[in-house]
């Protein structure tokens, strides 16, 4: 909170001990943006924002686990809020690496900021984000990306027919055999995660809010519940026992971190601790 960073990062269960790259993740990104001046550049914020997310994959990459073949990986979805040297306003900073989520709530509007790293996602950005010599870009301002559609559909979809109110049959990626298969994380054997995506956040006023989320509450509960829930937790593991609705996934990791901006450079935090199973 002093650093007016938050993050969460959640551990991909399928490499196991995702725990302990969720803890690496944390203490590495903190360790190297914390030291970043609050009163800084765009340009930057975006740079220091990319350097902690590639220092924290390595680190991640570099834990050594008994009896394990390959170093565990986690997601991460961090939050930065620095003074443009420029304009003197506050803004925020985002680095984002697989499938938890932020959303930002002003008077105007509550969206989601982030794209979850799926496979639509990666068939979007291979065809949309190429250089002269065809190579995939790593990192940009996910701002100039088109909608998601899935998971734009998915976002309200409320888990009690197979399609939305759009038409758009989202029953088999909403399954939870999809939803988790990420295709960028922290750690493995890559040099760089294969998508880092980065996010200026400008125009930011007393009132506003950011809410953090892992996965276990983004595909629990529709965006508008999101936006309406007290308490996101206990919301989507109550979801997670649904058995009749079709959203209901059951055994992710639950967190939620609610940051309340009161003075143009001040945030407070709300953080509401995960239950369930950790994935």
């Not at 509550?110 to 250089?131: A, C, G, I």
């Not at 995660?193 to 950011?210: A, E, M, S, V, W």
Request: proline residues 3%; charged residues 25%.
């Amino acid at each position: 909170h002093q650093h007016q960073l938050y993050a969460v990062f959640d551990g991909v269960g399928a490499q196991g001990n995702g725990d302990l790259a969720a803890e690496m993740a944390s203490l590495a990104i903190q360790g190297s943006i914390s030291s970043a001046p609050f009163e800084m550049s765009e340009e930057e914020a975006r740079e220091k924002m990319s350097a902690a997310i590639e220092y924290a994959h390595s680190r991640v990459q570099a834990l050594n686990i008994e009896g394990q073949e390959s170093a565990p990986l986690t997601t991460a979805s961090v939050l930065k809020f620095f003074r443009d040297s420029k304009t003197k306003k506050l803004c925020a900073i985002i680095g984002h690496v697989g499938d938890s989520r932020i959303y930002h709530m002003n008077r105007d509007n509550f969206r989601r900021l982030t794209n979850d790293h799926n496979r639509e996602y990666q068939d979007k950005m291979d065809k949309q984000y190429t250089s002269k010599k065809n190579e995939p870009v790593s990192t940009f301002n996910v701002m100039d990306a088109s909608s998601i559609g899935i998971q734009d559909a998915l976002d309200n979809w409320e888990g009690n027919d197979y399609s939305t109110p759009e038409g758009v049959n989202v029953y088999a990626q909403a399954q939870p055999g999809y939803r988790n298969k990420i295709t960028s994380w922290l750690g493995g054997e890559k040099n760089k995660p294969d998508y880092i995506d980065t996010l200026l956040i400008k125009n930011i006023f007393p009132g506003d809010r950011f809410i953090l989320v892992t996965d276990g509450v983004g595909d629990n509960l529709t965006k508008t519940e999101i936006r309406n829930s007290t308490d996101l937790v206990g919301d989507a593991y109550k979801r997670s026992n649904e058995q009749d609705n079709l959203r209901a996934k059951w055994g992710d990791d639950t967190t939620a971190i609610e940051v309340i901006v009161e003075e143009p450079s001040e945030a407070k935090t709300l953080t509401q601790s995960s239950v369930g199973l950790a994935a």
